[in-house]
């Protein structure tokens, strides 16, 4: 779906994206997007820390959870050894920014 606002009008509808494209094609309504909120990158507590060094010994599950906790999202069909590197990698981005 795609939200048209008519220019005419001045109100915020809801149609199809068919439509919504064809009603941006001829002028008729612009085009709404909405934000969404990124992830924010939490500073690490000791808590935290405690969590990483046993990374090792976590459930491939485990280590999905984990990832949420981090903003990531992790796909559990991989190795757990690639799951183990993407978080190592996600980490050090998190600490870099």
Avoid: F
């Amino acid at each position: 779906m795609i939200a048209g606002t008519p220019k005419s009008a001045g109100s915020i509808v809801e149609v199809e994206q068919h439509i919504g494209d064809m009603l941006i094609g001829i002028g008729k309504a612009e085009a709404v997007v909405k934000a969404c909120k990124a992830p924010i990158a939490k500073p690490k507590t000791e808590k935290r820390m405690k969590k990483e060094s046993n990374l090792g010994s976590m459930t491939k599950a485990e280590l999905e959870t984990y990832g949420r906790t981090i903003g990531l999202e992790l796909d559990k069909r991989l190795n757990k050894t690639t799951l183990l590197t993407q978080i190592e990698e996600a980490t050090k981005q998190i600490e870099v920014n």
